[in-house]
């Protein structure tokens, strides 16, 4: 491609070079490179513009103060933006059908429910999120939850050119104010929920919520739909968004329009949903457990039929659903017969949910094990800390990626909100004295990581699964 395809306005000899690819980091510029160039929370891109055209970058994507010498200055006062909608032109095509989920909890969860209701539909579909790249019989690791804006589109241009038709994305909040997830055809746009996490970085609930609108208000297209889990204290107001501009809208939840969710019944293994569609109502079995869990489910369900999925199938197809990794993920059962979970609750509204979800199925006692992740959001910790002692029976508080923190510091801030928890650093020790102390009708529930497999220390990260630590403890 000419960079005079990109850029229309362009003639001469600047025009006539060929655009090789895009960059967002100066290292990774080969001759041929269009370089974006933006301020960020750690650096400013900006610095490293001359290292860039040195490099072989021949345009410069960057805010109209910005020094540009050598190379075509591609100016905009949000460059971000603009960057993704030229790196879009480049590295199309892509999937028919693409659909975001955004919200604090449940886009892992949504966005993997999707890519299985797709498939079991049989569609070519794939999931971009938490868990990386994943199709269905591959799965790549990008280390985010919404990948910087080249690995996004190049990917979702090499999932297309693999024939993948369905692709759904986590739209984290960070990626949506970031610009990270643009400049792709999005159809389908879902909202789960919405509780505190990552005020750090956005300061406050307010700032947190119009991060994640822009995904109704900019993101999905205008003949597109927004399918809304609507008995969250905050779905009115996206109702309320998704009305003004008028794009389709399909609420799911016990107020819900398009999927009502009459009643819930747990069993052993799973749960008995009794839904409204369409004015009819049927019971699906779902195997798997836990309200949160079945919100997922019927989220999952509002993309697949918006993306023309049809009502019958996607009920049968529910009760095939696989477990998703480390989302109540049985590990193991003790020796003494208790089952141990494994949970990816790292937010206060998180771990209320997965405690919620086992609590019908313990007889005896609900044993809690988790941390809180440094440099994140401190004020999440001790709410997190009161939650546990509130709703379990033994709370054992330790490590969870303390990353640059001082790890004791920081399981001080859930203990001042955990009175009566025991604290043990020491995520193995936490998680084998849980495991000691479980009885024959006790459910122990180790969560924050999910399926993470490393524990991050200061810059380092040790190898850690609580799957495996758990089997192990119990073995
Ligand atoms: C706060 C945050 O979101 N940071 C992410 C963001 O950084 P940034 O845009 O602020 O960039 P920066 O590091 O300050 O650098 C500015 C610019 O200079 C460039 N640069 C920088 C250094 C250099 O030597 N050369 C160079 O060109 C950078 O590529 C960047 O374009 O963009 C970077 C490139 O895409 C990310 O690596 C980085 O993720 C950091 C590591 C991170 O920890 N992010 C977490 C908080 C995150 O994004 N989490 C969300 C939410 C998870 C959830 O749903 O809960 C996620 O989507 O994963
Ligand atoms: N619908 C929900 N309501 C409340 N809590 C939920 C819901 N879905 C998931 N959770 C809780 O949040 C945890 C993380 O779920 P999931 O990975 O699907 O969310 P996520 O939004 O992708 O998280 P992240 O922001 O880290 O990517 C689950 O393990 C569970 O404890
Ligand atoms: N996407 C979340 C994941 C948190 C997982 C938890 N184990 C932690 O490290 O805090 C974050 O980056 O804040
Ligand atoms: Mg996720």
Known sequence: MRLGQLLTDLDGAAAEQTVTGFAIDHRKIAPGTIFGAFQGAAFNGEDFIDEAIAAGAIAIVARPEAKVSGAVHIADTVPRRLFAQLAAKYFRPFPQHIAAVTGTNGKTSTAELTRQLWRMAGHHAASIGTLGITTA??????????????????????????????????????????????????????????????????????????????????????????VIWADDIWSDKVVERVKKREIRLITVGEKGKGIQLLSRQPTQLGQTLELRIQGDVTKVKLPLIGAYQA?????????????????????????????????????????????????????????????????????????????????????????????????????????????????????????????????????????????????????VLIAGKGHEQGQIIMGRVLPFDDVEVARECAA
Request: hydrophobic share 40%; proline share 5%.
């Open 137 to 226: 019989s591959d799965q790549a690791k990008t280390g985010l939850t919404t990948p910087d804006i080249v690995t996004f589109l190049s990917n979702m241009a090499g999932l297309s050119r693999e024939g993948v038709t369905h692709t759904i994305f986590e739209a984290s909040s960070h990626g949506l104010s970031q610009y990270r997830s643009e400049g792709v055809p999005v159809s389908v746009a879902a909202f789960t929920n919405l509780s505190r996490d990552h005020l750090d970085y956005h300061g406050t609930m307010e700032d947190y919520f119009e991060a994640k609108m822009r995904l109704f208000d900019e993101v999905v297209d205008e003949n597109g739909t927004a």
């Open 295 to 443: 919100a997922n489910v019927l989220v999952a369900a509002g993309v697949v039929m918006a993306s023309g999925g049809d009502v019958e199938d996607v009920l049968a197809h529910m009760a095939r659903l696989q477990p998703v990794r480390g989302r109540l993920e049985r590990a193991v059962i003790t020796k003494s017969g208790a089952p141990v979970y494994v949970d990816y609750a790292h937010t206060p509204d998180g771990l209320k949910a997965a405690i919620a979800a086992l609590r019908p199925h313990t007889k005896g006692k609900l044993i809690t094990v988790f941390g809180a992740g440094g440099d994140r959001d401190k004020g999440k910790r001790p709410e997190m800390g009161a939650i546990a002692v509130a709703d379990s029976d033994i709370t054992i508080v330790t490590d969870d990626n303390p990353r640059s923190e001082d790890p004791g510091l920081i399981r001080a801030d859930i203990m001042a909100g955990a009175p009566g928890a025991h604290e043990i650093g020491d995520r193995r020790y936490a998680i084998a004295f849980a495991i000691e102390h479980a009885e024959p009708d006790d459910i």
